[in-house]
């Protein structure tokens, strides 16, 4: 399974690299990485953005159900991320402390910070209503897709 994983996310990156290329639109490019990624991967019930805004991270674009708008840096598994400067994996938010639930079905969290020039200017999360639904080769595909967007938004910034 974990070679399939792999090879997925391996194809996930070729594609993601496709629909950034030549588009400088950080809100369009999230939203297709967004609906790339719930799309592609099982199991998974929200895929979206938050972007850095001062002390707290603001919805972006996304796929699934409505969820918070706004999420303080430190708070939640999003805020908890984006404070550390690193993935957070989470098998069962009902574990994590001041986990913010958006959406009551979803049971595991993997959120990869998104960071430009040393920088916090977002998160990508995903949620799924499975426990455990995540692991390193999922952390690791993840941060490989949150790379490729920051790249790209970075070149055009320049």
């Known amino acids: 399974m974990s070679a ?8 996930l990156a070729k594609q993601l690299a496709a629909l950034l290329a030549g588009e400088s639109d950080l809100t369009a490019n999230a939203a297709n990485t967004a609906a790339l990624i719930y799309h592609s991967l099982p199991d998974l019930n929200w895929v979206g953005f938050y972007f850095r805004n001062g002390a707290e991270l603001v919805l972006g674009p996304f796929q699934g159900k409505p969820a918070c708008a706004r999420i303080p840096l430190g708070r939640g598994v999003c805020g908890t991320a984006a404070a550390r400067g690193a993935t957070v994996t989470v098998p069962d938010v009902h574990d994590f402390p001041g986990h913010i ?16 020039d040393r920088t916090i200017i977002g998160v990508l999360d995903l949620d799924s209503p499975l426990v455990a639904r995540f692991d390193e080769v999922d952390r690791e595909g993840c941060e490989r897709l949150a790379m490729l967007f920051v790249d790209h938004h970075r070149r055009f910034q320049r």
């Open 4 to 11: 399939n994983k792999s090879e997925l996310y391996r194809d």
């Open 101 to 116: 639930a958006c959406d009551p079905d979803s049971r595991s969290e993997l959120v990869v910070p998104l960071i430009e």
